[in-house]
């Protein structure tokens, strides 16, 4: 047998002596997001002190190259001098300042403006947020101020795909759809907010082209809105390839054949990129870029500041600018964060922009990341791996318990825990989602890290099967 020992097992023997040691405290007193209470009280948590580059080490000094990129977010790598530098010099010149109403700083009215140079081009307008979930529940605020200030206060629904990820905040969580993320314990606004099926080919009805369930996705958005009521539609959320939610992306076309029939109807076209901007796809936005669309909105966080300090941002276009700003109403968008256009975290997204236009990161993703998606394909030949997919610096491998049916493994198996905790018992960190095991790793990856993150999952994997008593075809 090759399972790996429970991490609290091992904490437990190593620190028997300690009683306050990091993992004991952390156990005891935080509350982690989406704490599985279970299996924390059993095995606590990885305590992560150390990271350079595409490496972390936990606190007793082991090394794992972090497939996952923290959580999407470390895209020019950790442990960078010149990010600590222009954050400790911002931190000296000016740690905080009041953004509300009539008051700004340097760095904020700087990142505003080089994001509208960055984004597409009727996009000139940008909303600080302290990160992704505040920019979408602050885009939800900005649709309905929209809506209503042209008079037209009844279009208040929103339509969102099953399985996508749009944040934690209570509309954020609301607007996604993944059903594990709406507990029986939350309540959730379902009266506005409406649902339809995620661009997912893999699992599409069996012999139906990929031409054929593209023309269905369309005709359930555009039946959608007409059972609403186009009246009442105020706009549709998409991740440009869907994140948290299994690493989908569309068939070809999805993006621009939605979007022509969100113009068709009046209905605002939301770009959640908080995951797919910044480089993660090649592009510092992927809607124009790869999918060829103009969004009214854009939300942002994540690999804006490359997890070096918390920001986001919702981007937004001039002619919902020029409608919500028209002088004579007295109108207050009264919308905003104390840490909105934070100067520091501002400054930090500055130098990380900076470094990424000097050293054409992209450049990396768009070569590295082809390199990516090619070898994990290698793994379409073990027996439980049903799909390999994503782009670039973006991907996923579902495992099955039968190729062919695509039968899922039980969700008591954990079958993706299982593989991550091979993982990480062999130096890697990949995460694991239901059936999925997602990475999502630095953009600054070589070609020899993606060979070992291809062949130490290819061994967790066979491990795994051994466990299982799993048997090669």
Same mark, same amino acid.
């Given at each position: ?14 620190? @028997? ?31 992560? =002190? ?50 509300? &109403?009539? @008051?700004?700083?340097?760095?904020? /009215? ?13 996009? =000139?307008?940008? !909303? ?10 602050? /885009? ?49 606004? =379902? ?38 009521? /186009? ?38 076209? &939301? ?62 968008? /009264? ?26 990161? !992209? ?88 060979? !070992? ?21």
């Amino acid at each position: 047998m090759t399972t790996i020992p429970s991490r609290g097992k091992d904490m437990i023997e190593q620190n @028997m002596a300690g009683e306050h040691t990091t993992w004991q405290q952390d156990k005891d007193h935080f509350l982690h997001p989406w704490t599985v209470f279970d299996s924390f009280y059993k095995d606590g948590a990885l305590a992560i =002190n150390e990271g350079d580059g595409v490496y972390i080490k936990d606190v007793d000094g082991n090394r794992y190259l972090d497939a996952v990129g923290g959580l999407w977010c470390t895209n020019i790598g950790l442990g960078r001098q010149e990010m600590a530098d222009a954050i400790s010099e911002q931190v000296m010149k000016l740690a905080f300042s009041n953004p509300f &109403v009539d @008051m700004t700083n340097v760095p904020a /009215a700087k990142l505003a403006a080089k994001l509208a140079e960055l984004a597409p081009a009727n996009i =000139n307008h940008t !909303f600080f947020t302290t990160g992704g979930s505040t920019a979408v529940d602050s /885009a939800y605020r900005l649709i309905q101020y929209y809506q209503a200030c042209r008079g037209k206060p009844e279009k208040e629904h929103i339509i969102s795909r099953d399985n996508s990820y749009h944040g934690s905040t209570y509309m954020a969580m609301s607007i996604g759809g993944k059903k594990g993320d709406h507990p029986p314990e939350f309540k959730f606004k =379902n009266d506005t907010i409406h649902h339809i099926s995620a661009p997912n080919y893999y699992r599409a009805p069996e012999g139906l082209s990929e031409a054929d369930f593209l023309d269905q996705l369309v005709i359930e958005l555009e039946d959608k809105i007409l059972e609403l009521g /186009a009246d009442n539609v105020a706009a549709f959320f998409a991740e440009p390839v869907m994140g948290a939610g299994g690493v989908i992306v569309p068939p070809e076309g999805y993006h621009k054949r939605t979007w022509d029939i969100c113009k068709k109807y009046d209905v605002l076209y &939301v770009s959640d990129e908080v995951v797919t901007s910044f480089g993660r796809l090649g592009h510092w936005f992927a809607s124009e870029d790869i999918f060829g669309i103009q969004p009214d909105i854009i939300t942002t966080a994540k690999g804006l500041s490359s997890g070096y300090l918390p920001i986001g941002a919702m981007l937004y276009s001039d002619e919902i600018h020029d409608v919500i700003s028209e002088q004579g109403h007295g109108r207050c968008f /009264a919308n905003g964060y104390t840490y909105s256009g934070h100067p520091v975290a501002c400054a930090a997204a500055l130098k990380n922009i900076e470094i990424m236009e000097r050293e054409n990161i !992209f450049s990396n993703v768009n070569d590295i990341g082809i390199y990516f998606e090619k070898q994990l394909e290698s793994l379409m030949d073990l027996p439980i791996v049903g799909d390999v997919r994503g782009l670039k610096m973006m991907m996923c491998v579902e495992l099955v318990k039968d190729k062919k049916s695509k039968e899922l493994f039980p969700d008591k198996v954990g079958i993706s825990k299982m593989v991550s905790n091979q993982a990480e018992a062999r130096g890697l960190i990949v995460r694991p989602v239901g059936n999925l095991n997602i990475m999502s790793p630095p953009l600054t990856l070589t070609r020899e890290q993606v060979d !070992f993150i291809v062949d130490t999952l290819r061994e967790c994997i066979v491990a795994v099967q051994q466990d299982l008593n799993v048997s090669e075809p």
